[in-house]
């Protein structure tokens, strides 16, 4: 009897342990059913993250490919524009604080583990992205007067780095190279930050349409970045194709890598609409390419234009802000 009653009183324990545990981290994301089929050999190496959209518009999660290991996994929720540290070893994205009102940055561990809001500011704080050595996530704070950002992740101190004027204004995340060179999109043109001087420059200027989250090659030669193209001037909602461009900084060269037409693709939120990524080596490119309605699909390509494969195939969703580490 008394060994029937200490094992009785063992198990509630372990239970009352359990359910601490659990009421202790609430925001321990859940697992996202995420079963494309991935072409592992096409990728080859590195962890790929990126958000899904389902066909009402909502957001189904985080996805993320670790080809080495040929495995996917996902977390479900709001994750707006995650981004992979250049370790892979976190992921970082904005989704609502609890006010559920209020867009905050957060940071978790690659395995869902240890979520931390690492900005909870006010106004509305978007488009994370790392610096080099993975010890800093740069956002944009988007309500006007507008911020740029960048926190510490060992001890969560936030500075200010940029400040945006009314000459200006970033729509995309930023980019960096060498933790001096910062390049983003101001919706029209590709800019050029030098955080030593404080001096910003036109880089590039396609005049296509609007550009979207260019981003620098490893070696720091040539910037990838996509052009959307829209149904008319000043329509932001719809757009009808899009272009993969790279621009090479030493011989000014802009090259069209890879351009597509759909009719009109729906613009859920703005700078996230279309994006694109440099493989680990600098050799492929992996973009989200736009097709009718609101459906977007992961591609990769070789820089030189050939190779073009479908990398997500889910029926229905929006594949978008994807991001490639090694």
């Given at each position: 009897?008394?060994?029937?009653?200490?094992?009785?009183?063992?198990?509630?324990?372990?239970?009352?342990?359990?359910?601490?545990?659990?009421?202790?981290?609430?925001?321990?994301?859940?697992?996202?059913?995420?079963?494309?089929?991935?072409?592992?050999?096409?990728?080859?190496?590195?962890?790929v993250s990126f958000e899904r959209i389902s066909a009402d518009g909502g957001s189904q999660g985080v996805c993320i490919i670790n080809a080495l290991n040929r495995?996917?996994?996902?977390?479900?929720?709001?994750?707006?524009?995650?981004?992979?540290?250049?370790?892979?070893?976190?992921?970082?994205?904005?989704?609502?604080?609890?006010?559920?009102?209020?867009?905050?940055?957060?940071?978790?561990?690659?395995?869902?583990?240890?979520?931390?809001?690492?900005?909870?500011?006010?106004?509305?704080?978007?488009?994370?992205?790392?610096?080099?050595?993975?010890k800093n996530i740069l956002f944009l704070n988007t309500v006007f007067p507008n911020f740029l950002y960048s926190v510490n992740i060992d001890n969560i101190q936030?500075?200010?780095?940029?400040?945006?004027?009314?000459?200006?204004?970033?729509?995309?995340?930023?980019?960096?190279?060498?933790?001096?060179?910062?390049?983003?999109?101001?919706?029209?043109?590709?800019?050029?930050?030098?955080?030593?001087?404080?001096?910003?420059?036109?880089?590039?200027?396609?005049?296509?349409?609007?550009?979207?989250?260019?981003?620098?090659?490893?070696?720091?030669?040539?910037?990838?970045?996509?052009?959307?193209?829209?149904?008319?001037?000043?329509?932001?909602?719809?757009?009808?194709?899009?272009?993969?461009?790279?621009?090479?900084?030493?011989?000014?060269?802009?090259?069209?890598?890879?351009?597509?037409?759909?009719?009109?693709?729906?613009?859920?939120?703005?700078?996230?609409?279309?994006?694109?990524?440099?493989?680990?080596?600098?050799?492929?490119?992996?973009?989200?390419?736009?097709?009718?309605?609101?459906?977007?699909?992961?591609?990769?390509?070789?820089?030189?234009?050939?190779?073009?494969?479908?990398?997500?195939?889910?029926?229905?969703?929006?594949?978008?802000?994807?991001?490639?580490?090694?």
């Amino acid at each position: 009897m008394k060994n029937k009653l200490l094992i009785f009183l063992i198990f509630c324990f372990v239970m009352i342990l359990g359910g601490c545990e659990v009421e202790s981290n609430p925001l321990m994301p859940q697992s996202l059913n995420f079963n494309d089929p991935i072409p592992f050999d096409e990728l080859g190496a590195g962890i790929v993250s990126f958000e899904r959209i389902s066909a009402d518009g909502g957001s189904q999660g985080v996805c993320i490919i670790n080809a080495l290991n040929r495995t996917t996994h996902g977390f479900s929720g709001m994750y707006n524009g995650p981004s992979i540290s250049p370790d892979g070893s976190k992921i970082a994205f904005s989704k609502y604080s609890n006010s559920n009102t209020i867009y905050d940055v957060y940071m978790m561990n690659i395995d869902g583990s240890n979520l931390i809001n690492i900005s909870n500011m006010n106004g509305q704080d978007n488009y994370p992205s790392w610096t080099g050595d993975s010890k800093n996530i740069l956002f944009l704070n988007t309500v006007f007067p507008n911020f740029l950002y960048s926190v510490n992740i060992d001890n969560i101190q936030i500075k200010t780095i940029l400040f945006q004027s009314q000459d200006f204004w970033m729509t995309t995340p930023v980019s960096v190279y060498n933790s001096k060179n910062m390049i983003f999109s101001d919706g029209v043109d590709v800019k050029l930050f030098d955080s030593e001087t404080s001096n910003i420059s036109t880089l590039c200027a396609p005049q296509i349409g609007g550009t979207f989250t260019p981003c620098w090659s490893p070696n720091g030669l040539n910037v990838a970045f996509v052009v959307v193209k829209y149904d008319n001037v000043g329509n932001d909602y719809f757009a009808v194709g899009g272009i993969v461009q790279i621009y090479n900084i030493q011989t000014n060269e802009l090259k069209t890598i890879y351009e597509w037409s759909c009719n009109k693709h729906i613009d859920w939120a703005g700078s996230n609409e279309l994006s694109v990524c440099w493989s680990p080596d600098g050799n492929k490119l992996l973009f989200n390419k736009s097709a009718d309605g609101l459906e977007s699909h992961i591609y990769i390509v070789n820089i030189d234009g050939t190779g073009l494969k479908q990398i997500t195939n889910e029926p229905g969703v929006c594949d978008r802000s994807v991001s490639w580490t090694k």
